[in-house]
């Protein structure tokens, strides 16, 4: 209880006090300081679920059960090396003449409430404030995007909201729905029909016919913000124009959290229709969202658009095997959803430094990054062979449990999945590696980056690859009942 | 009985992680070449030999060890298991690693674009990464070994990054490597057979239908084709081996090709079980084209560690020909025989680790000594670096498959199986296998011509370069090293009946079978029945001794007296070495004959040319017509894909209002 | 077949009440119609005010026939919210940045009014499972409200301008809020306060957004908003 | 092991050291004849191998040591071939360390040798002839070693003195497919001892040589130990005909002395048939273009394979 108040709590004090000061030259440390705050909240939180098994809070409003528990602990987690990487990263775009100090306050603020958004959506047990917290992180964080002014800033950002807002709006409709459904069964006090855990318990008896259409609703509009193909549109824009930390929370967090969305909605459509279908609505769009994103990522020049493709790509395979069900596949999409978040989000951070190094996010200006700073360099050819699935990083260790169970349950899309990793693997790779290597006429930079976020994330998911800790294993394998039944 | 013998599973294991201690200890002293060179590579080679001693103990032992450790997934820790098969192969990386990695402690240096820590590092991770997959007993240990064999060698490989070519080589290579290894995964994704059980041990029990078995073979076929260099997955092998330093290549060459074998014999015979005689006519057929393909581009290259990359190609084709033959064999309940074949390509996995890895040495320290690799701009280094050609020389006769050296054998027992084709109670197939005799002996002679033109063109005659005159013979280190390869082929070459015997275990677990081996110890008689037998040893003794009393009966009856003078050929007073035949023109035959295999570009002077200029590129047929068409096609879908993601925000909303409509329809019409 | 049903009703037994509320449904998919028709964006700011008020009667209706008390609060927000504070803020934006008309829709309106007709149909067919199983007053509206949100949709799609497009998100956003008060009479309170802040700082970011894309492009025409894409 | 065998061993391999130049001089008398010249004598060969002996041996000033081993090792290997291959005896000592297989693999060790001293010093003749010599032989192996195969394949077994044995047993009942070897293995022999068609050992035409090319840079003994190896080629050749097709006369299980007497007139015979035929071939055919030589050999290998389809078709069941 005290915990979560402590989780919710600290990014919305920090919102407060940052918005205040948060053009001060301390400002990005606060910012880390109640990050830190958060993080060691959600540890509590976490170590708290470990001891008691899940937990309902504030009148059921609230919940931890062991399929958001872990994503809190990854949030804020991400939250706080953001907030680290963002330190250095931020002093050097204002040094630059980047962003003013008014767009500073107003960085910090928002990063504070965008985490609030987050964690809220993460641990709200009512779908209605699911969907308003959704709707607030894109709130916060369209006027981040759109933080350097640049024409593209504004074109990223107006697409990203309307896109993104008008996505969240049949969301909302979708939420109509499953009440409408809820209240025939569990009364219309209006109370516990939008309660996760109460339609959970009486999913079997939701009117199918209902629930079938809230679910395209709810699907198209979650999917929006999970950047599902063809409703993906807004995601590469978003992601290439804002600040970097901001591309790192995006991809790292924001898309994590809707899919836990689209994953908390399809658990309640499965039980009431009896019926694969909303499965096969995952499976296709995961599937649409991997080819459509590995061709697309062939054309890329800037750095960060590249990484945003693959993240759509990386969000429709966890799709996918969120569809192909069953405990070993759920297990796989929550393990690829935690490695995916923090393999990128260590990427933004090599590929934000990079960027700043080259004075460009066009890939063809930034070169011999092993010359010019091999840690920032080997960050980014670790972080970017760890995306791609090679072993012995984690993003392999789930790869390998989507593909093993698609060849047993969905053999069809074997050649298309094959085909698009090797696509995949084709343009991401062929960009990092003369990105990386080479010769450059680039001097080295006096600033010192900041690694720490980056090389710790890619030493988690390194150990992911090898160890994944026993009480680790239990909430993924508690999750995946949770989700995927027995 | 193996619990009370101490346990060779442990001690392979703590090598293997020895291997990676080492590596991790090069990065405290990155910078320093005698540290992280001399030092640490040397007891790097120290490893190794343990290693293949270990492996000789198990395989003589010939029982089998399993041991489980706590890292991996949660349902799927790391399963281990020390076979014979995997000791055979563990001997085979232990022998060959060790003669690499001392030539690597004299060979690299500080200039060679990463520092010898980072080098150090990746070298030995390669060489443990190697280490798991033979010793991994479940599916995801297998894929992360193998995996990290293809990264670290990837790191290997691009040493000198700077090279564009060298970085478009890793990339292929990575590229291609990654793409075989999915497919090797979704093989055991079907061979755990629904089980969900992605050990080894649940696969064996698994009972796939027919099918499926079928198709987990030709996916792993694919996977570890494309490893090995199988035509038409090889594309990447010409390009990454020269790239790589050589010691690099050598592992590569040498050791690397061989897990692939070593993986296909295992979900083969080991994981499936039980194969259909049918499946073997598909590596069977792409064996011997792979072969042929390899031998006939070796032929004509001007590259020297491109000649020996496709002359690696050539006996991948014929290992996966002894593999595919033995498939069929032990299809047809033929296990004796499937034995003999299975026993060629085992033995001439051994034969090809110590030769190839010795000719690319040899090329490295040419490389170091001239700083060329182009052919045609070497020659006559026999006087300046004797040690290196009178070792070299060693693999070169060896690679040739001339008896008494080691390459023979191998060859030798493939022929021997092939003998026996006809008797394969199909129809048409006892037609048709006894054919690829045919291709494997004219690889064979082939593979001799490419020889030649290897060591004439490098070693012999007149140096074509006058920078040549300063070349230096290779340091203490690397001598050792070449010397420990050359003796191993040598040792492979005279002792045959003892490496037979040493790989009974594992022909017998893999196919219940064994060959016979008659009773004398000089004599290779693996099938008694036809009385054939092959006895390097007393061949070599006849040999030595009838030169010996020729050289003595010479010198007693006539004289010694040699006078030096200036080459006569023939009269023709000047003599340059611009008038030797240069590996283009060597090549020029073999352009000739298989002219239909190369897409040859040409640029030829006219007469009346000023500065004439010849210049010939031959390219890869399947290279053009089968890789570059894909990735145009790639490329147009693309383009396809990108015209819809248009810019304008009305189109992109019209996608979302699609998409809600269709889904819908879809809901309602269910 | 709704409307000739709903006309079958209406001569025979129903309430009045319920009367009036079918006529508000009316009304809401008319003031659509209009919307995607009108070229003019202060006619447009208009329309939605009236789509609101009317929203807000829908909703007084339905508060005062049920006698559940928060959705009179409902309606005094969406009063508050929909009815006067946005459109005054839109009206603002207007007169600030002097954007009075559209330009040529990307569909011409015929033909939108066409689609919007298909849509309508198809509107209705989607809401027939709903209907049967509501046990509402307003059923019947459900489908009117799944037209509204899909024809603000469809605006949105064929508008060139910010400014319209904006107006079609807040009508899309009224079908909604329809939507939930004809098959349930609302949604809880705190999701309801929710959307409402939700859609106020929506609003607010977006008169930021109008004043950054204009200080840029000196227009607020869309086309300029279409330099991102994987064309080249 | 007894006495008995190596002595017949050595019998063998003295005999076989002395026909070769014999039977190279019987060959050139013969095609003097047929062409109507004055034949020179038939001992010719031994006298100018003794002249060479006799000469200082004048080496090329950059020859590496692989150039001076090399005509010890090629004589020797054909020495060793001589012995292995049973012209006398079958079951001799020697016969154990290697089958038809390595024996080709046998006569590659000779020829890659050579090639690689042609190419030591470095002249433009010396290169030339080694690559044709290795053009040749790429083509002629496997020819060979599919004319041998197919033999196995009658025989069911790869050793040449057991192949002879029985194939001497089989009397009369001709293989259809030993007509097609027959034929490739001629066309081999010709090509693999630089006969005409594909050479001419008597010139030294720079632009249709092979072999002898390789050779102008030895002298003295060197040289004469090329020659003489050559020679022996020439009558290993032959020999390995007379296993595979005229496989009698040749002591299969006895090898004492009445055996051994009794084979000795009889290889003669057939040493004198074959060198008459031999002849009578260069005779008449005319020397090709060098870039013909791939298609004459290429004719070999296929009639090789036919030869092995038409056993497997035919003979096999």
Known sequence: MIALSFLLGMPAMGAIVLSYCGARREAPEINAAFSLGTFAAACVLASRVVGHGADLLWREEFFIDPFNVFLVALTAFVGLTTALFSRPYMRVEAAHGKVSPGRLRLYHSMYQLFMLTMLTALTTNNMGLLWVAMEGATLSTVLLVTLYRTPQSLEAGWKYFILCGVGIAQALFGTILLYFAAEKVLGAQGVTALLWTHLDAVKSQLEPAVLALAFVFLLVGYGTKVGLAPLHSWLPDAHAEGPTPISAVLSGLLLNVALYAVVRCKVLVEGSLHSTLPSRMLIGFGLLSVVVAALLLMRQRDIKRLFAYSSIEHMGLATFAFGLSGPVATFAALLHMTVHSLTKSAIFFAAGHAAQKAGSQLMDRIRGLLTLSPTVGWGLMLGALAILGLPPFGVFASEFLILTTAMREQPWSIPILLAALAVAFAAIFGRVQPMVFGETEGRRLPHAPALLPVFAHLAIVLLLGLYIPPYLADWYRAAAHLIGGP | MIASLSSPLPDCLALVTAWLAIGIAGLARPRSVRYAGRTLFVVGALVALALAATAVWSLIGGATQSMVLPIGLPDLPFHLRLDPLSSAFLLLLGAAAAGVSLFSAGYFRDSDGMAPGLLCLQYHVFLASMGLVLLANDAYAYMVGWELMALSSYFLVTTQHRIAEIRAAGFIYLLMAHVGALAILLAFGILQGGSWQFTFDAMRAAHLSPAWAAGAFLLALAGFGAKAGLVPLHVWLPEAHPAAPSPVSALLSGVMLKTAVYGMLRVAFDLLGHPVWWWGLVPL?????????????????????????????????????????????????????????????????????????????????????????????????????????????????????????????????????????????????????????????????????????????????????????????????????????????????????????????????????????????????????????????????????????????????????????????????????????????????????????????????????????????????????????????????????????????????????????????????? | MSSSAAREKVVTDIPLDQQLLNACAALLLLLSFAMLSQRRIVSLVSLLAVQGAVLAAATLLIAWRTGEGHLYFSAALTIALKVAFLPWLLHRLIRRLQVYWDTEPLLNISATMLTGIVIVVFAFGLAQPITHLASTATRDAIGIAVAVVLLAFLMMITRRKAMSQVIGFLSMENGLFFGAMSATYGMPMVVELGVALDVLVAVLVLGVFFFQIREQFDSLDLHHLERLSERR | MRPGPIVAQALEIAVALAAAPLFLGWVNQCRAWLANRGAPSMLLPYRNIRKLFHKDAVLAENASPLFRIAPYIVFGTMVVAAGIIPSLAGRLPLVVAADAIALVGLFATARVFLSLAAMDVGTAFGTLGARREMMIGFLAEPALLMVIFVASLISATTALPAISAHLASERFTIDPSLAFIGVAFTLVLLAENARIPIDNPATHLELTMIHEAMLLEYSARHLALMEWASALRLFNYACIGFALFVPWGIAARDIGPFGLTLSIPVLALKLAAAGGGLAVIETVSAKLRIMRAPEFLASAFLFAVLGLLVHVLLGGA
Not at chain 2, 377 to 395: D, Q
Not at chain 2, 499 to 520: E, I, M
Not at chain 2, 542 to 558: E, H, K, N, S
Not at chain 2, 640 to 648: D, E, K, N, P, S
Request: proline share 5%.
């Open chain 2, 285 to 670: 057929a792409a064996g011997l084209l792979t072969a042929l393909y390899g031998v006939v581009f070796a032929a004509v290259q001007t590259d020297m560690k491109r000649l020996l990359a496709y002359s690696s190609i050539e006996n991948v084709g014929l290992l996966f020909t002894g593999l595919g033959l033995a498939i069929v064999f032990y299809g047809t309940s033929m296990p004796a025989l499937a034995a003999l074949a299975l026993l060629a390509t085992l033995y001439h996995s051994l034969n090809h680790a110590a030769m190839k890895s010795l000719l690319f040495l040899g090329t490295g320290s040419v490389l170091h000594a001239t700083g060329q690799r182009n052919l045609g701009r070497l020659g006559g280094l026999i006087h300046r670096m004797p040690w290196v050609a009178g070792l070299t020389l060693v693999g070169t006769l060896a690679l040739a498959g001339l008896p008494p050296l080691n390459g023979f054998v191998s060859e030798w027992l493939l022929l021997q199986s092939f003998l026996f084709a006809d008797q394969i109670p199909r129809a048409f197939v006892d037609l048709l296998i006894p054919l690829g005799a045919a291709v494997v002996a004219l690889c064979a002679a082939l593979a001799g011509y490419v020889m030649v033109k290897f060591y004439g063109v490098i070693f012999l005659g007149q140096p074509r370069e006058s920078s040549l005159a300063h070349a230096h013979d290779c340091s203490l280190l690397e001598r050792v090293g070449l010397g420990w390869l050359a003796a191993l082929c040598l040792a492979l070459g005279l002792a045959p009946a003892q490496v037979v015997s040493a790989l009974t275990p594992v022909t017998r677990q893999l196919t219940g079978s064994a060959t016979a081996q008659g009773a004398s110890w000089w004599l290779l008689a693996p099938v008694p029945a036809r009385a054939v037998s092959y006895a390097p040893l007393l061949f070599l003794l006849a040999g030595a001794a009838v030169v010996a009393l020729t050289v003595l009966l010479v010198r007693l009856f006539y004289h010694r007296r040699v006078r030096h003078a200036r080459p006569w050929d023939c009269g023709f007073g000047e003599v340059s070495p611009r008038m030797q035949d240069t590996a283009e023109g060597f090549g020029q035959p073999i352009r000739n004959i298989f002219q239909s295999f190369f897409a040859i570009e040409r640029e030829l002077p006219t007469p009346f040319d000023a500065a004439p200029r010849y210049r010939i590129a031959i390219h890869d047929r399947i290279w053009l017509g089968i890789y570059q068409p894909i990735a145009g096609w790639v490329r147009r879908l693309a383009d396809v894909v990108a015209g819809l993601q248009q810019g304008r925000i009305a189109a992109y909303l019209l996608y979302s209002f699609a998409t809600l409509v269709l889904l819908l329809a879809v809901v309602l019409a269910t």
